[in-house]
C-alpha cells in the first residue's frame, strides 16, 4: 500500500474491513485483507486527519482548512467545511454530526450534509477529539506541552462543561465502549483512565516512551508507543522514520511511514496488542 508522500493519517473502519490513509495530495481506501485499492480522492492540498463515519459510509478528510467528507462505494464528496488547521476529526454515533478540533484553539460541530456548525473556544491548540457513545458530549484533549495540557468534556445536551489540567500535552481522548470512563493518553507517555463525571483518575498506566496513540481495544485500553523514536510498543517492532499508527478492533495494526508506504500487521505474527489486564464493560 502506498499513498504520496507522507502517510500524515490512519484511520481503520469500524468493523475493521477497510484502512483510510491521508497523504499529501490525495486520501485512498483499501481493503485490509487483499490490500486491494477500493478509491482515491484528490486533494489539491496536504492531509492531516482521516475518520470514518460510524457506518463505514463516509470518510471525513482534513487540510489546509478543509474538511470534506466523502461517500466511500460511490466515489463522491458529499459536502465541505471551511474551518482553520485542523488536527483531528471524529463522527457522533448517528453520523450527523462532525466534530473538529483545531490548533487554533476552536472545536466546531458540523451537521452532515446541511453545514450547520457551532464553534467553540477552548484556548490553546487542540490536538485530539472523541465522541461519547450516547453522542451526548464530546472530548477534546489540548496542549502546548509543559505545564499546559487539558482535557474538555462538554455535554451538549444539559450545556455543561467539565475541565481538568494535565503537565503534557493531551495527544489523545477515547470514551470507552460504555461511555462511562475517558481514556486520556498524553506526550509524558502516561494513559489515565478517568471516570470522566467525577474526574476521578481509576488508573495510570505507563507507556514506557512517548505516547503516539491511545485508544479501546474492545473494552480494554490499547495503545502506540514509541522508545527513543526506533521502536512501537508492540514487543520490539522496528518502524524505522513512521509517520501515522492505528489499531483495528480485529487486531490489526497499520504503520504509515515518511515513504508513503503503509505496512499492515496481523496480531500474533510480528506483534502483541499491549492492554491493560482491567476489562471496563460497565
Known sequence: MKVSGMTYSLSFSPDGVHLAAGGRWCSAVWLVESENNLVTFQHGHF????????????????????????HIMKGLKICEFYDGEVRSVAFSPDGRIL????LDGYTCLWTIPDKTKKKFKHGIESWSVAFSPDGRCFAVGRGMGYPLGFVVVRDLSKRTMIKWRFFASVESV????????????????????????????VTEIHTNGRLWSASWFHSFPAWVSIYHGEYSAFEELPCKKHVSLALSRRGFMAIGHDSGFIEIIREGKVFKISTSPQNYET
Open 47 to 70: 492531509l492531516r486527519p482521516v475518520a470514518f463515519s460510524p457506518s463505514g459510509e463516509l470518510l471525513a478528510t482534513a487540510g489546509d482548512g478543509i474538511i470534506h467528507i466523502w
Open 174 to 201: 477515547s470514551f470507552s465502549p460504555c461511555g462511562k470512563y475517558l481514556l486520556v493518553g498524553s506526550s509524558d507517555g502516561f494513559i489515565r483512565i478517568f471516570e470522566w463525571r467525577h474526574k476521578k483518575l
Open 99 to 102: 466534530v473538529s478540533a483545531c
